[in-house]
């Protein structure tokens, strides 16, 4: 039997991280991984959706000028699962480098003594991270199947492009498919059961999003739930509360479900691992990251908290305070984070907001993109940024900087004192907090 130091359960996002750090602080690590590394984030979700809609951008923009693209989807799917390769074997070098041993199976975890027996490779730890993260959830009796029903681990296995698709939850990866799809030349339907798509999102950053989908030719059915599917040799029909509706395929983006190793720890009323801001479980000598710890479900969260998990095993209790932002990479790009004007309120705190409409910054111009706003939230004593919310192109690049801003307490005086490059998106950042003190320069406040 060998003995390590720590036992990472999962080779995702929070557990490769975890172990390439606890490797720089001097522990002997194991990680054990059941399916490739890199977890959900490279091989199904972050990377090779990006891949796809890149190129399904490309593959728009060039029909909107009326050149005719031939059925590329085939062409465009392997270039995504060949990126998500790379990256998976970037992360397999990183691990071997830093002289992580890799065990490929299921985790079965036994307590013995004051430390931990993995039986399937007959391995042991005194310390364990548990990051062994979420797998898509199926919806009721509508569970996909790989053909005619998808999640987003199936979806890349499709190999021609569906005519008519049907597409479950108005989520992040239901707005990032139905954009994707549209771009491509699919005719779209997306069904949400909530009365609004993104509904934990900013009211006016949801409906923006909703007209650019519907400018992109999706029909958005909202309020809608999906009565039940009947398959067909090569078709599916869906009953959305009225007449039978026939799909080539349905996608289910209806949230994901725990994977949990067989260790006992403490967890919430919702079933997340219970972690304290160290990021240690129930059990002293067990930690947890990622997924399992609770929303948000995002990489970039768990690769931070791997790092931490990791450092708190080897004993560094630093605890690190994060503000995590989203991105959605539907067309144009999405970013929230911190709280809406709505969440702060709620929470007490004596808020106010300006949001400030994008179409004529330079940057949204020369894109050819006009439907865009960014939004900042702040405290209307100290004006300290509590939130910022966007839908503009190239959203995702400005996250980072409304991140620090929301984290860092960063003043609506300070943020407009900064000197963004010029023409970029973000100097809207700076622009809206012009507004929000009453000075600003490019646009006319009436």
């Known amino acids: 039997m060998e003995k390590y130091d720590l036992m990472v359960i999962g080779g995702g996002p929070g557990g490769y991280p975890a172990a390439i750090r606890a490797s720089q602080l001097g522990m002997r690590v194991s990680l054990i991984e059941k399916n490739r590394l890199g977890g959900e984030c490279t091989n199904y979700g972050c990377v090779p959706t990006k891949v796809l809609l890149r190129h399904a951008f490309i593959m728009y923009e060039v029909q909107k000028i009326g050149i005719k693209v031939a059925e590329e989807f085939p062409r465009i799917l392997e270039a995504s699962l060949e990126v998500s390769k790379k990256v998976s074997e970037g992360v397999s070098y990183l691990l071997k480098r830093y002289g992580i041993d890799v065990f490929y199976s299921e985790a079965e975890v036994e307590e013995k003594g004051d430390g931990f027996y993995e039986k399937n490779n007959s391995v042991s730890a005194g310390k364990l991270i548990l990051a062994s993260g979420t797998d898509p959830s199926d919806l009721g009796n509508i569970k996909a199947d790989g053909e ?3 999640n987003n681990r199936t979806i890349l296995a499709l190999r021609k492009k569906p005519s008519k698709v049907l597409i479950i939850g108005g989520g992040y990866v239901g707005i990032e498919y139905s954009t994707l799809f549209s771009s491509i030349g699919s005719e779209v339907t997306l069904v949400e059961i ?32 999906v009565k039940g599917i009947e398959k067909r040799e090569r078709y599916i029909v869906a009953d ?28 919430d009323e919702r079933g997340f691992i219970k972690v304290d801001k160290y990021l240690r479980t129930s059990k002293k000598n067990v930690f947890a990251s990622g997924d399992i710890t609770g929303n948000p479900m995002l990489a970039h969260k768990a690769f931070l908290q791997g790092v931490q998990a990791a450092e708190s095993a080897s004993g560094l209790f630093s605890e690190i305070k994060y503000v995590v932002p989203s991105v959605i990479f539907s067309s144009p790009e999405i970013f929230t984070v911190g709280f ?31 439907l865009g706003l960014i939004k900042v939230v702040y405290e209307d004593k100290t004006k ?26 960063i003043t609506l005086d300070e943020l407009s004192s900064s000197t963004p490059p010029h023409p970029t998106m973000s100097e809207s950042m700076k622009e809206v907090a012009e507004l929000a003190l009453g000075r600003p320069i490019h646009y006319f406040k009436g």
């Open 148 to 150: 005619l029903v998808h």
């Open 194 to 225: 909530m009365p609004t798509i993104l509904p934990n999102l900013d009211k006016e950053v949801s409906r923006l999003a909703e007209r650019s989908l519907r400018k992109r030719g999706v029909r958005v059915l909202k309020k809608t739930s």
């Open 340 to 370: 809406t004007l709505d969440q702060a309120r709620e929470r007490g705190i004596e808020a106010k907001e300006a949001k400030l409409p994008l179409g004529g910054l330079a940057a949204s111009q020369i894109k050819g993109e006009e």
């Open 384 to 409: 300290k940024v509590i939130g910022v919310h966007a839908i503009s192109p190239n959203a995702s690049e400005l996250a980072l900087s409304a991140a620090l801003a929301v984290r860092h307490g």
């Open 240 to 267: 959305l509360g009225g007449s039978p509706e026939e799909f080539d395929i349905a996608f289910i983006s209806v949230g994901r479900r725990l994977v949990l190793p067989n260790v006992s720890v403490e967890r």
